[in-house]
């Protein structure tokens, strides 16, 4: 039995078969990653670092090995229990941000809590206290073709954080930003991890966030290489709680 607030991983293997030809796209990889931290599981392109972050999240099914989240076995779960699973304790980014063009920034958080039933004012309150997390309260009325790049992504976190999802996955959010707004964004995750507890796990093929990440997994060729600690530079939060 693990820990009812660690997401771990023991075993996972995944292939895929496309015109009789079997892709080993992970193979034994076994982790554990804990709440309060950003963790960084970096490599190139296609060493399996989606398929984990699937795995994980009970977005696929291994073909062997366990995922066990917040004390629950994933593996025991049918596809409606993992949705549910997902559903109640999962917020997840992805690279392209995913917002309706005609919702405002507030409305696109919003719906999030109206679709579980939240009332009214305390689903505005709620969105709107999520945008000033993500430090867009001042732009909250603006819909995506009024925003950058880098404030569309804070909109799409914002929308992942709103419920307060214990588990936060984000697959590649930087890589439609510059530099600069890269690395807004991989703060904000760590700020997240640190501020809610939540564990907090992004997936990159850009060597830039290493440095900000709490903790980095290399991936190569399906496998985990390296496991390391940083020691990245403080958080705007950090110089000034
Ligand atoms: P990454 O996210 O690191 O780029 P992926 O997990 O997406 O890597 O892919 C790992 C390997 O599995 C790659 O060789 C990829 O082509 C293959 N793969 C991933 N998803 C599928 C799929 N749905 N069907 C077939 N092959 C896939
Ligand atoms: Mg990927």
Redesign the pocket.
């Known amino acids: 039995m693990t820990a009812p607030t660690s997401l771990s991983a023991s075993g996972l293997a995944k292939s895929?078969l496309?015109q009789s030809i079997r892709?080993q796209?992970?193979a034994d990889v076994s982790l554990t990653l804990r709440p309060g931290e950003l963790s960084l599981i970096s490599?190139?392109?296609?060493?399996?670092?989606?398929?984990?972050l699937s795995l994980m999240s009970g977005l696929s099914r291994p073909d062997s090995g366990e995922v066990h989240a917040l004390g629950t076995d994933l593996g025991r779960l049918d596809d409606a229990g993992r949705d549910a699973f997902r559903l109640a304790h999962c917020g997840f980014v992805f690279q392209g941000f995913n917002l309706f063009p005609a919702l405002d920034a507030l409305e696109q958080v919003q719906l999030v809590l109206d679709y579980r039933g939240v009332p009214q004012d305390e689903a505005r309150r709620g969105a709107a206290s999520a945008l000033e997390m993500v430090g867009l309260g001042h732009r909250s009325h603006l819909r995506p073709a009024e925003l950058s790049g880098g404030e569309k992504q804070r909109v799409a976190i914002a929308r992942a954080i709103v419920k307060r999802p214990r588990l936060l996955f984000a697959?590649e959010p930087t890589s439609a930003l510059d530099s600069v707004n890269g690395a807004i964004v991989t703060d904000l995750l760590r700020e997240i991890a640190h501020r809610s507890g939540a564990i907090v796990v992004c997936?990159s093929?850009d060597p830039r966030l290493i440095a900000r990440a709490d903790r980095v997994i290399e991936?190569e060729d399906?496998r985990l290489r390296r496991d390391s600690h940083g020691a990245p530079a403080p958080s705007a939060t950090e110089i000034h709680p």
């Open positions: 895929y496309v892709t796209a992970l490599g190139p392109s296609g060493c399996g670092k989606s398929t984990l697959d997936v093929h991936m399906g």
